[in-house]
């Protein structure tokens, strides 16, 4: 069946970097983009990033823009969140996600939790 | 971009209908027919309930329907049920420089 796993969080400084990974199994990973969602603890879910199919295209949500950057492996069926000058507020659980069709989002991942603390 | 606005929380009894609101602007919800809803339970997954504004995957129920009229979308649980009990956020394809942007989220609660 179709499968979206993370890994890659965990406890770390401000000011430094973090990379996510995001596992697909059991689709063609490589017809569909792929994002990157995040809920802040009590708070609403928030769109960080997507990349198109082959990767050619990549958008980011104001709050990241300059410090994420998402890849992709279409050879490993592998997303990426590369995370760097990590802020306080980036303190949450991110969630990779297929977009089936525009905004359409039917397969979300687990979550894995970034804490970003002294 | 800013979130979408959705009220905090909507509350109903069991077999009653409600209706949670997604106010946004011409250049998301207003311009597209992308426009999405999430369930999501603490704890789990986001799950799809509606998307291109109206449609349900298979396997939603059909107590829940979705509709626009100009910059402000909604979803519509008919017969409540206490599984019903969730969080949910629209989301909308956008003209801005981000592309999406999901709403404040909702709080649903079955008195």
């Known amino acids: 069946q179709e499968q979206l796993v993370e890994s890659g969080g965990g406890v770390v400084q401000p000011g430094r970097s973090l990379r996510l990974s995001c596992a697909a199994s059991g689709f063609t990973f490589s017809r569909y983009g792929m994002h990157w969602v995040r809920q802040a603890p009590g708070k609403g879910l928030e769109w960080v990033a997507v990349?198109?199919?082959?990767?050619?295209?990549?958008f980011y949500g104001d709050s990241v823009k300059g410090r994420f950057t998402i890849s992709r492996d279409n050879s490993r069926n592998t997303l990426s969140l590369q995370m760097n000058s990590l802020r306080a507020d980036d303190t949450a659980t991110y969630y990779c996600?297929?977009?089936?069709?525009?905004?359409?989002?039917?397969?979300w991942g687990q979550g894995t939790l970034v804490t970003v603390s002294p | 971009q800013s979130a979408l606005t959705q009220p905090a929380s909507v509350s109903g009894s069991p077999g009653q209908s409600i209706t949670v609101s997604c106010t946004g602007t011409s250049s998301d919800v207003g311009g597209y027919n992308y426009v999405s809803w999430y369930q999501h339970h603490p704890g789990k997954v986001p799950k799809l309930m509606i998307y291109d504004v109206s449609s349900r995957p298979s396997g939603v129920s059909n107590r829940f329907s979705g509709s626009k009229s100009g910059n402000t979308a909604s979803l519509t649980i008919s017969g409540l049920q206490a599984e019903d009990e969730a969080d949910y956020y629209c989301s909308s394809f956008t003209s801005g420089s981000s592309r999406y942007v999901f709403g404040t989220g909702t709080k649903v609660t079955v008195l």
């Open positions: 990349t198109s199919v082959d990767g050619s295209d990549k």
């Open positions: 996600a297929k977009e089936l069709s525009f905004n359409r989002f039917d397969l």
